[in-house]
């Protein structure tokens, strides 16, 4: 397997590439992707192979790989699938490290493209070239401007990787890590996984230094027990989020024609991701959110927790998911509650939740943090209902672009709340402690511009758009830190009977 992590890289990182099936028609894949590598910025050699232009896209066109002079790193594919055969074995003879298969018309089909697609892997690998796809819609590497890929979206560099089955999965993670203020260390979009399969991924992901937190969308596994394997061994070192499609009967036979996944048992997979370490999504926003968090945000050792809330019904709700989530919303000491009410109105009734209670003037979340971090009663803190200024300057139904306030009232308030969003940045790391922060603007706030989110926004820190999302990401942490320490229990258990 080193050898096939190590060859991978020129999928990441190559020096050149050949463009096979580049075109000058913008409308076909082999003229968008073509666009969008070149708009991208990437800045290695790019040779465009199309035996019927002696040019594209401002590009001298080739037409072979064997003819284009130099070495090259990594093939890019947009032919039809009856091509690719001896299109790949043009490679072998070149010395081509990597080949990136966007075509489509393999596996997908029957017998007779899984033979195609089998031949073509055998072609690949008697000259030590590995795969990624057939039937996927490319890659992308923020870092080093590398996008062939279908979408023209571009994500920002993060470290998120993402390895994705479906070609618009991947773009819709990176798309809705962007809306959180995300970016991405490398975004794939597998394919069929002919070649380079779920185990490759994980253990590139594992050693690449760029990626923090490992995402990925499957929807079958040629081999179960290396996946899991590859799976416990990288999210012992970072977290593994994952959506797992093909659930019930129908999307099982969905994913059969889609990508020819064979999907399994769904309860068996759910059990065994819990044994691995691996945090296991249902939705993909779900998946988003959890590995933005995983990101940002320091483990609880604890499942205790406060809850701070601008309005009692907030507060309910919160509650009762934390308790269904497995959480402690604890009761507070008195020493705790004494220290609160200085800082609250007489008809504050102490609780956890905190509430608020509507009192103008008195203090905000931020002013009741620090006593709840530093007292040593919880192991994180939520925050509910941030941002609420812009509800009423930025209505649902409003028809104008959000740019703030002129009246001096609410120019004060959306003052306030930058200062409130750096100060809730400044404690995210603070206390080494988790404090989640909740805004029903959250999902707007990057795209309209809301200053005080933003502040949090823009230091890489979640923002969640739900109660329900913060509370789950919080026993989602948690359950991480308990495999952690459980495995170093393991080991030292190890030791000592050895």
């Excluded at 179960?224 to 959506?243: D, M, T, Y």
């Excluded at 507070?332 to 003037?361: F, H, M, Q």
Aim: charged share 20%; with cysteine.
């Amino acid at each position: 397997m080193v050898g096939r992590i190590e060859a991978m890289e020129s999928f990441f990182s190559p020096r050149s590439l050949a463009f096979v099936g580049a075109s000058n028609n913008k409308q076909k894949w082999g003229g968008i992707v073509f666009r969008n590598l070149r708009a991208g910025g990437y800045a290695g050699d790019i040779y465009p192979v199309n035996p019927k232009e002696d040019e594209v896209q401002g590009h001298k066109a080739y037409p072979t790989v064997s003819a284009i002079p130099g070495e090259i790193d990594l093939a890019i594919f947009t032919i039809p699938a009856k091509l690719m055969v001896d299109s790949i074995s043009d490679c072998v003879d070149k010395g081509v490290k990597a080949g990136l298969v966007i075509s489509a018309g393999f596996a997908e089909l029957g017998d007779e493209g899984r033979a195609l697609q089998a031949e073509m892997v055998r072609r690949a690998g008697s000259g030590g070239m590995v795969l990624i796809g057939p039937n996927g819609q490319g890659i992308a590497v923020p870092r080093t401007k590398l996008y062939p890929w279908m979408p023209a979206f571009m994500p920002d560099p993060g470290s998120i990787g993402i390895a994705s089955q479906s070609g618009s999965v991947a773009t819709v993670l990176s798309q809705r890590l962007a809306e959180f203020g995300f970016g991405c260390s490398k975004v794939v979009s597998a394919g069929n996984c002919s070649d380079i399969g779920w185990p490759d991924y994980l253990e590139y992901f594992r050693r690449d230094p760029d990626t923090k937190v490992i995402l990925l969308h499957i929807e079958g596994l040629q081999d179960g027990q290396a996946f899991f394997q590859a799976a416990k061994r990288a999210a012992l070192e970072k977290p593994v989020v994952i959506v797992k499609a093909g659930r019930t009967r129908v999307g099982m036979s969905a994913a059969a024609t889609h990508t020819g996944a064979l999907a399994g048992s769904d309860r068996v997979f759910s059990a065994a991701c819990k044994q691995s370490g691996i945090i296991r999504m249902e939705k993909m926003e779900e998946a988003v959110i959890m590995a933005a968090a995983l990101v940002s945000t320091p483990l609880p050792a604890g499942r205790r927790v406060a809850i701070i809330t601008g309005g009692g019904g907030f507060g309910v709700i919160a509650a009762d998911a934390s308790a269904q989530a497995g959480l402690d919303v604890v009761r507070l000491s008195e020493e705790t509650i004494a220290k609160l009410r200085e800082r609250l109105p007489s008809w504050w009734a102490p609780n956890n939740p905190v509430d608020l209670v509507a009192g103008l003037g008195y203090a905000d979340a931020v002013d009741l943090i620090p006593i709840l971090m530093q007292s040593g009663e919880v192991d994180g803190v939520m925050s509910l209902g941030m941002g609420w200024i812009y509800a009423w300057l930025d209505p649902v139904n409003s028809q104008r672009e959000f740019r703030g306030a002129d009246n001096k009232v609410i120019r004060m308030l959306v003052d306030r709340d930058v200062e409130h969003g750096k100060r809730m940045a400044d404690y995210s790391r603070k206390w080494d402690k988790p404090l989640l922060v909740t805004s029903n603007m959250a999902r707007l706030a990057v795209r309209r511009g809301y200053s005080g989110l933003l502040e949090i926004i823009g230091r890489k820190f979640v923002v969640y758009p739900t109660i329900e999302e913060a509370v789950r990401a919080y026993a989602a942490l948690a359950d991480r830190y308990d495999f952690l320490q459980n495995h170093k229990s393991a080991v030292r258990i190890g030791e000592a009977e050895a």
